[in-house]
């Protein structure tokens, strides 16, 4: 089993940036694919991005290219989200999420293994 535990979260003003940490325990994640997936108040859950086991290829969803970036290091068990130029769309629960597909850098929630509980970001205006 793999457990993860996101941190990083808070309130923030537009424009204004946060790093959100998930740091995994149980078993290694540096075989997984892991990834980010937000949730807005009366909303599915979605994906914001993607990194592959190595951090050799990673994926964004649209609504973040440019202001997002991934990031890994298999030597602490632990993925980053570094978020820049917050709008106030960006308000949700951020969760990660491990795949055991290794090369995966897939958008679909129901390729991931295993979850986090979430952290709440909130982006005023």
């Known amino acids: 089993q793999v457990q993860l535990v996101e941190s990083g979260g808070g309130l923030v003003q537009a424009g204004g940036s946060l790093r959100l940490s998930c740091a995994a325990s149980?078993?290694?994640?540096?075989?997984?694919?892991m990834a980010w997936f937000r949730q807005a108040p009366g909303k599915e859950r979605d994906f914001v991005a993607a990194?592959?086991?190595?951090?050799?290829?990673?994926n964004y969803a649209d609504s973040v290219k440019g202001r997002f970036t991934i990031s890994r290091d298999n030597a602490k068990n632990t993925v980053y989200l570094q978020m820049n130029s917050l709008k106030p769309e960006d308000t949700a629960v951020y969760y990660c999420?491990?795949?055991?597909?290794?090369?995966?850098?897939?958008?679909?929630?129901?390729?991931?293994?295993?979850w986090g509980q979430g952290t709440q970001v909130t982006v005023s205006s």
């Open positions: 149980g078993r290694t994640v540096g075989n997984y694919a």
């Open positions: 990194i592959n086991w190595n951090g050799g290829y990673t």
């Open positions: 999420a491990a795949d055991q597909i290794y090369s995966s850098v897939t958008y679909r929630v129901s390729e991931y293994d295993y």
